[in-house]
């Protein structure tokens, strides 16, 4: 591959926001809506950065009931905002951190809020309000409440508007307190980049799980949304993973199952895999011995995508050592093992080869490295071993060779990634877990590298 298609694929990756937790700097304006019966005088909207209001972008405006008015912010060059909106009578609420350049509108309604007190232009820090707690921006642009208090009830129905580069294929929204996703609210309906779906849902419950899989089979997920406070929820692919299995929410064969691997670092049970494997399960399974032991989820990290689950194991398992120095090089061999497309394949345990093609992922993460050994979903979270049997990262993901296709017209091949062993061991050291490590200086053949995997390497059940 050459240089300049490198450049242009972690350019693509950075724009559709593969591991970089920071938006693309774009225009924050948004409409804001007032669903409530009260007035609003003010509007103050605040890099998060900033510790003071700023002027009220209102000026001599106000927003009455039911009017929508288009809020310009004065930095023009940020994307996380606070925003303060002040009611006639005194009432305010806030949001903290909001992604405006992911939202295109905001719905504001005089709910149960902290008296605000007065705002003075050109403003003192967070009038009336500043030891409200906000929630971040959920990625994909719904604005979440950062202070105010949310109706228990009401209308969730909201405008599903697609933001990404791909089609959406299904649609799953469901109560928050329900453990499942329920039926595919798109029906026999498709979603192409760019437009909008009303979702009719039932009056009641305010607070959704809200998902969405895509053409390619990866699944992007809004977990505790206020959507009796919000006209529409955009999702923009930047928080899209790969489901376990190619499998929505709702899982694979209609059994409301999806699949991942993970592997023991420990001799008392305790497991590696990705946190996107047990991301919304209601119960979460280990095949183990031709059974399923129910697993705990004892850590997650969410940026490295990594978890660390444990099971009761009285008796103690076999378990996988990482490598010791010298570290992995671009160029070693490695071997996958892995449960992948188990629907599909229904063959066990898969192992495959290749090698390390790089030691950074897209945009030159370094918490990622690069394989060329081939993974579908369900590999997710397997171990990526050197050719002595050690570990030395954690199969995370794939690059999207169709999209790439259709955009370069050149179809990639064997481009796929690990995290690091550096990082997983970080993350086991900071959950106290004492894993061991081993020597590598003795290869052995790749089949007797995968042989030595079966001891270690399992399938995770996440039931949804």
């Known amino acids: 591959m050459n240089g300049k298609l490198g450049t242009f694929l972690a350019a693509l990756f950075l724009m559709l926001g593969a591991w970089q937790p920071a938006a693309a700097q774009t225009d924050p304006t948004f409409d804001l809506l007032n669903a409530g019966a009260v007035t609003i005088e003010q509007v103050f909207v605040s890099p998060s950065s900033d510790d003071n209001w700023g002027r009220d972008v209102l000026g001599a405006s106000v927003i009455r009931p039911g009017a929508t008015q288009r809020i310009r912010p004065f930095a023009r060059n940020e994307c996380l905002f606070d925003i303060r909106v002040v009611y006639q009578g005194g009432q305010s609420e806030v949001r903290r951190r909001q992604n405006l350049c992911q939202i295109s509108q905001m719905v504001f309604r005089a709910a149960p809020a902290a008296p605000g007190g007065s705002s003075v232009p050109g403003g003192s820090s967070v009038p009336g309000g500043s030891s409200v707690p906000g929630g971040s921006a959920t990625p994909g642009g719904t604005a979440t409440p950062g202070g105010s208090a949310q109706p228990a009830s009401g209308n969730p129905s ?54 969405v899989v895509y053409d390619d089979g990866q699944r992007e997920e809004r977990r505790r949304q206020p959507l009796c406070s919000l006209a529409e929820v955009a999702f923009t692919g930047a928080g899209a993973a790969p489901s376990p299995e190619g499998s929505s929410p709702g899982g694979g064969s209609g059994s409301g199952t999806a699949f991942g691997t993970g592997f023991f670092v420990t001799r008392e049970g305790h497991l590696l895999t990705n946190a996107h494997v047990v991301q919304g399960c209601s119960r979460t399974m280990v095949a183990l011995d031709g059974g399923q032991l129910p697993a705990q989820i004892l850590r997650r990290d969410e940026r490295n995508d990594l978890a660390l689950l444990r099971i009761d194991v009285p008796r103690g398992v076999a378990f996988a050592r990482f490598r010791a120095a010298p570290s992995i090089r671009a160029g070693d061999g490695i071997v996958v093992s892995g449960f992948p497309l188990p629907s599909v394949l229904q063959n066990g345990l898969n192992i495959t080869t290749g090698n390390v093609s790089a030691m950074s992922g897209i945009g030159g993460n370094i918490a990622l490295m690069q394989i060329t050994a081939p993974v579908q979903p369900g590999n997710s979270g397997g171990p990526l071993l050197d050719l002595a049997g050690n570990v030395v990262g954690v199969v995370v993901s794939k690059l999207n060779a169709q999209r790439v296709f259709q955009q370069t017209g050149d179809l990639p091949q064997n481009i796929n990634f690990a995290v690091q062993g550096a990082v997983a061991r970080l993350f086991l050291d900071a959950a106290g877990v004492r894993y061991q490590e081993s020597s590598s200086e003795t290869e052995r053949k790749a089949a007797d590298v995968g042989d030595l995997s079966r001891a270690f390497t399992v399938q995770i059940l996440c039931q949804r």
């Open 158 to 211: 909201f405008v599903l508007v697609n933001r990404s580069p791909r089609t959406i294929q299904r649609l799953f929204a469901s109560p928050s307190r329900d453990r499942n996703w329920g039926v595919d609210r798109l029906g026999s309906r498709t979603l192409p980049p760019g437009q909008r779906f009303q979702v009719a849902l039932p009056p009641g419950d305010c607070e959704w799980d809200v998902a």
